[in-house]
Structure formats: structure tokens, C-alpha cells
């Protein structure tokens, strides 16, 4: 009889382990999601060029020539040098020049509920999806980032008729994780940022 209640004792120990660490990596998960910091990232030079890597979600990408890194908002902002903002409340919105950002978003569990990130999804895997939410005003396009699919949107920005441009966003899904990249192509020289971001997207590489 004692032995028996010896295994009830220990099996119900062993749920309580089990309840509490399944807990406490719940919390840890938790504590790790949102936006990425990119405050501790490395710079090197390769045949001339300068990266900034992000070892934690394993992105690196180039900076074009001549332009300045800084850390805003929710990630890192690359801007060329005659950028001029087009007021200080929209200090990221171009006047003259580009500015770009990008940032990296953990979720929980590869976190289908994220209402983005899900939407990422199935706009990548159902064509139809995709195609229901394209309008005059936003232009959406499967496109490809380092190897991997995300989805281009190419928002209308009207407001203004004498400053007409886009908002350029991309976002690519990858198990837990969704990267980020996006400028305002806008003001005098969008012609020439809306090739920038173009080439910029190619010196990207995601970590498979």
C-alpha cells in the first residue's frame, strides 16, 4: 500500500515539473517576442561593400554606398546622404533623398493567430487570397527575398496631389519569425529610391 501511494505522490510531482516548466518556457517565449533590437548588430566590409548582420534572426544585408544607418522605431533606418525629411513630425517620409527601415518580428510558436503574419501566410500559399485583396490603391505581388516568398505592397499615397508616391512594404514570413522592410517612395527623387529599395532587396540574405 505505501508503495503505491509513493508512485501517486511521485507521478503527480512529475505533472507539477512538468505544468511548471511548460510555464516558465511559456514566459521565456513571451519575454523573447516582439520587435527585434537591432542596438547590438555587426558591421563588416566585403569587397568593398558595408553589411550590418543581425545574428539573432540571422539577417544581413548592404548598405548602399554613401548612406547613414540609424536605429528608430521598431528596427534600423538606412538613409541617403541628401535626405531631407519632408516635415519634423514625418521626420521618416522623404522631401528629397530615401530612407528605408528594417526590423524583425518574433512571434510565439510560428503564431498563425498574428493577424499579419497570417495574412503573409495566406496571401503567399492561395493565389486567389492574394488576388481578392489587390486594388487600384495597393498593388500586392509575391516576391522573393533572399530565396524566400514574401509579399510586396505598393500602397497609393494621394493625399497630396503635387506629392504623389507609395508606401513600398515587404514582408517575408519564416517559421517564427517575420522580416520587414519598407520605405516611402516619395518627394522629388522617388524615381530613384524606388530602384534603390529594388536593389537593396537583392544584397539581403535570410539565414535558411
Known amino acids: 500500500m505505501k508503495k503505491i ?3 501517486v505522490i511521485l507521478s503527480v510531482l512529475i505533472l507539477v515539473l512538468i505544468a511548471i516548466s511548460y510555464f516558465l518556457y511559456n ?3 513571451e519575454s523573447k517576442m516582439g520587435f527585434v533590437s537591432f542596438e547590438k548588430v555587426t558591421e563588416q566590409k566585403i569587397d568593398g561593400k558595408t553589411y550590418i548582420e543581425n545574428k539573432e534572426v540571422g539577417l544581413k544585408f548592404a548598405i548602399p554606398e554613401g548612406w547613414e544607418v540609424g536605429k528608430y522605431g521598431e528596427g534600423v533606418s538606412i538613409y541617403s546622404s541628401d535626405f531631407v525629411p519632408l516635415s519634423k513630425q514625418s521626420f521618416f517620409v522623404p522631401k528629397n533623398g530615401c530612407w528605408f527601415e528594417v526590423a ?4 510565439k510558436d ?3 493567430y498574428n493577424p499579419e503574419y497570417g495574412n503573409l501566410k495566406l496571401m503567399i500559399e492561395d493565389q486567389a ?3 481578392e485583396r489587390i486594388s487600384d490603391r495597393d498593388k500586392l505581388e509575391i516576391f522573393n527575398v533572399s530565396g524566400l516568398k514574401g509579399v510586396k505592397s505598393s500602397l497609393l499615397l494621394d493625399s497630396n496631389p503635387n506629392n504623389v508616391g507609395n508606401f513600398i512594404w ?3 514570413p519564416k517559421r517564427n519569425l ?3 522592410f519598407s520605405g516611402y517612395i516619395i518627394g522629388q527623387d522617388k524615381e530613384r529610391c524606388s530602384q534603390e529599395f529594388n536593389n537593396f532587396l537583392t ?3 535570410i539565414k535558411k
Open 5 to 7: 501511494w509513493k508512485i
Open 110 to 112: 510560428n503564431n498563425d
Open 27 to 29: 514566459k521565456w517565449q
Open 129 to 131: 487570397y492574394l488576388a
Open 104 to 107: 524583425t518580428e518574433i512571434l
Open 178 to 180: 517575420m522580416y520587414l
Open 203 to 205: 544584397t539581403v540574405n
Open 170 to 172: 515587404v514582408g517575408v
